[in-house]
């Protein structure tokens, strides 16, 4: 089914008090190019990015849910960013220039996301990124048309099972290199009793100076968020 440039725009123009001149301009691009038919709703305003849901047609000609995640290049807190960044040894000498870091933090993200896809771990597939904006899998449960719910939200049925189950995905993403760095009850999706990590913004890989500081914050905050639903946590060992 074609997708008229003019129906496309005129889409984005609906939101034009939630887009700027230049995400407009984004999403139009990476429509054109066919990653998805049109926005469908919010899902999310965050603390540094907006999230929505986005239509494609799947193979069959069915309409399929994708997520977009726009990085907002006002009001995103852009010396944080920074402070991340500089470690990460995949972007060493980047200029502290406002709209490159968030363009390279949005790039990050993608990288890691196909890093830790290629791991074996459950995170969304990531689809394609054009400057402040991402392209990822929707995550939804079995018969859902709704995203799973955060782990903060739906406390798993078994805890236990749940809790060695994050570990593994944590342990196969230090495996691949990478430390999440911002792992917590927010960032971990309960998909029909599994869980997906998500917001990989943050995650740096393990050659970079916090890296280690990284990964015990994110067992701290890991086994923190277990042992209050009752899973005995083995003592951890410091590096
Ligand atoms: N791939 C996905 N599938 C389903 N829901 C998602 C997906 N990615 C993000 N979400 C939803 O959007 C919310 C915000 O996403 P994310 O954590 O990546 O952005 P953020 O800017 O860091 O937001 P926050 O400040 O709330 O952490 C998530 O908590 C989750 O509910
Ligand atoms: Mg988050």
């Keep these: 089914m074609a ?3 003019r129906q496309t725009r005129a889409q984005f123009k609906t939101y034009k008090n939630v ?3 230049h995400a407009e301009r984004v999403l139009f691009r990476l429509s054109s190019q066919g990653h998805f038919k049109h926005l469908a709703e919010p899902i999310s305003i965050g603390k540094e990015a907006n999230i929505f849901s986005a239509m494609k047609y799947g193979p069959n000609g069915e309409e399929q849910p994708i997520i977009v995640k726009i990085y907002r290049l006002e009001t995103c807190d852009f010396n944080r960013m920074y402070q991340y960044i500089r470690y990460d040894t995949r972007f060493l000498n980047l200029k502290k220039k406002h709209r490159l870091i968030i363009f390279t933090w949005c790039r990050r ?3 890691n996301l196909l890093k830790a896809r290629e791991a ?5 597939t990531p689809i394609a990124f054009r400057d402040n904006v991402l392209l990822m899998e929707y995550i939804h449960g079995h018969g859902e048309t709704r995203p799973s719910p955060r782990l903060k939200d739906r406390f798993p049925e078994n805890p236990q099972a749940f809790y060695e189950d994050v570990k593994q995905q944590m342990a196969k993403l230090n495996k691949a290199g990478l430390a999440h760095g911002d792992l917590s009850a927010f960032n971990i999706l309960n998909r029909d009793e599994k869980p997906v990590l998500i917001d990989f913004s943050q995650c740096s890989p393990l050659d970079s100076a916090n890296a280690q500081e990284l990964i015990e914050r994110d067992h701290r905050n890991v086994d923190t968020f277990f042992k209050k ?4 946590i083995p003592e951890r060992k410091q590096k």
Excluded: A, H, M, W
């Design 3 to 5: 997708i008229t440039k």
């Design 19 to 21: 887009f700027d001149d």
């Design 109 to 111: 993200e993608f990288q």
């Design 120 to 124: 074996g771990c459950r995170v969304p």
């Design 229 to 232: 639903l009752g899973v005995k």
